[in-house]
């Protein structure tokens, strides 16, 4: 048998202290949970604004940059707009610098030309110019003049070869004498094919010239 020894008024006062402790407990992590809360979102804020703030800065700088640089940009679209033209220009160069090159490599050696005359007809898809040679070989018509012939056929560029004359000088015709050492002068008319073009600026003009 047990035997309660204290009134029912201080058991109620008991219960009431520990009621109001633990409202207190509670009140006080509500608190400091409230508390966390507010550091962490003002935190964030903080580093936010910050963020911004670099933003803004770096912003700031580019356009200020950016200012600095619309001289060089207007000066380099002039530069691709001259390249362009200057391109476009020189797309059809032709060399006779080399035309003559590979002319005076096939020349026969009992061959003197007396003329040259080259005329550039500009860059289109087809032959770029027109040629007319004249000279004198030693050796008469035969092999003399085939001779300049075939050795003209060996050059790339030249296409549509065509002997206007071939004649012995008037001694050998007075004389009747047509053979190989007779001196015999030409006259070859001829087209300058596409081959004969540079193609240095087909893909623009080089860095050198830029």
Do not use: C
């Amino acid at each position: 048998m047990r035997v309660n020894l204290l009134p029912e008024a201080t058991k109620q006062r008991g219960r009431a202290s520990r009621q109001r402790a633990i409202a207190g407990v509670v009140g006080v992590v509500f608190l400091l949970a409230l508390g966390g809360v507010y550091w962490l979102f003002a935190n964030q804020v903080s580093n936010r604004e910050e963020d911004l703030a670099t933003a803004q800065a770096t912003t700031a700088q580019l356009r200020a940059d950016q200012a600095e640089l619309v001289a060089f940009v207007e000066l380099a679209d002039r530069r691709d707009r001259a390249n362009t033209v200057l391109s476009a220009a020189l797309a059809g160069e032709v060399s006779l610098a080399a035309v003559l090159q590979d002319l005076a490599a096939v020349t026969p050696v009992d061959t003197q030309f007396d003329s040259i005359a080259v005329q550039l007809t500009g860059a289109g898809e087809g032959n770029v110019g027109t040629f007319n040679i004249g000279g004198r070989t030693l050796t008469s018509h035969a092999p003399g003049v085939e001779r300049v012939l075939l050795s003209l056929e060996k050059i790339t560029t030249f296409r549509d070869l065509y002997l206007n004359s071939s004649s012995l000088s008037g001694e050998d015709v007075e004389e009747g004498d047509d053979e190989a050492g007779s001196i015999a002068s030409f006259s070859v008319d001829g087209n300058i094919g596409p081959e004969a073009r540079t193609g240095r600026y087909k893909n623009g003009l080089p860095e050198d010239l830029r």
